[in-house]
Structures are given as structure tokens and as C-alpha cells.
């Protein structure tokens, strides 16, 4: 599958943006859609997955109910609420997908077959 994400910008603090991450060549249906980013300097980080098996979305804790993680099968594409920005939420935001995630390994970018190019948000004070 392949994939192409979308929507980064500069935003100033406190505001949101929305990304999209749209799929081609697989079945969609199939993966579970995670997001990643990776500040300058950084190590990438998961941001959050939704997981195929159970329906589920799972966020990192820094996420904190700010952003949210939506997919459409009908459009095979998969979207990153971004609200109530911060600095430190500036990177370059990754999609990425799996046939075969499990909790023990959904927060781990080895996990994961499939990437995009990668979207810059950048949240200005």
C-alpha cells in the first residue's frame, strides 16, 4: 500500500489543523493506521493508532485528548485531529500502516511496513 499524508502548515499555539493520510494499492480495510512525528534533532514518536482487529484508537499519553485519530474506508483515508496546538507539537507527522499490529508492539515504528512522506506542522508561540 501506498501512502500519502497531507494538511501540515503553521499554525499558531492554541489553534488546529487537520491531516489526512490517503492510501492506494492495498485494501484499505486491512491495516491498522497509525500516526508518528518526529521533531528536528528527535526520535520519531508515536502519536497514535487505530487498530484494525478491535476498532480501537490508542493515543500516546502526551496526546492527552487533544487529538484524535478518524478514518474513512469508503475515501481509504485516515485523518489526525490536531487541537489546542502547543510548540512542542511541531514535526514532521508520519502515517503509517500494518497488517499485523498487537498492543505489545502498535507504539513501536518497527512495527510498521508502510510509511508516507511525512507532513510539517509547525506551531508557532
Known amino acids: 500500500v501506498q501512502l500519502q499524508a497531507s494538511g501540515g502548515g503553521t499554525v499558531q499555539a492554541g489553534g488546529s489543523l487537520r491531516l489526512s493520510c490517503a492510501a492506494s494499492?492495498?485494501?484499505?480495510?486491512?491495516?491498522?493506521m497509525a500516526w508518528f512525528r518526529q521533531a528536528p534533532g528527535k526520535e520519531r514518536e508515536f502519536v497514535g493508532v487505530?487498530?484494525?482487529?478491535?476498532?480501537?484508537?490508542y493515543y500516546a499519553d502526551f496526546v492527552k485528548g487533544r487529538f484524535t485519530i478518524s478514518r474513512s474506508n469508503a475515501e481509504n483515508t485516515v485523518f489526525l485531529q490536531l487541537n489546542s496546538l502547543k510548540s512542542e507539537d511541531t514535526a514532521a507527522y508520519y502515517c503509517?500502516?500494518?497488517?499485523?499490529?498487537?498492543?505489545?508492539?502498535?507504539?513501536?515504528?518497527?512495527?510498521?511496513?508502510?510509511w508516507g512522506q511525512g507532513t510539517l506542522v509547525t506551531v508557532s508561540s
Open positions: 503509517a500502516a500494518s497488517t499485523l499490529i498487537i498492543n505489545t508492539t502498535m507504539r513501536n515504528a518497527n512495527a510498521y511496513r508502510h
Open positions: 494499492g492495498g485494501t484499505f480495510r486491512g491495516y491498522s
Open positions: 487505530f487498530k484494525r482487529s478491535n476498532g480501537y484508537t
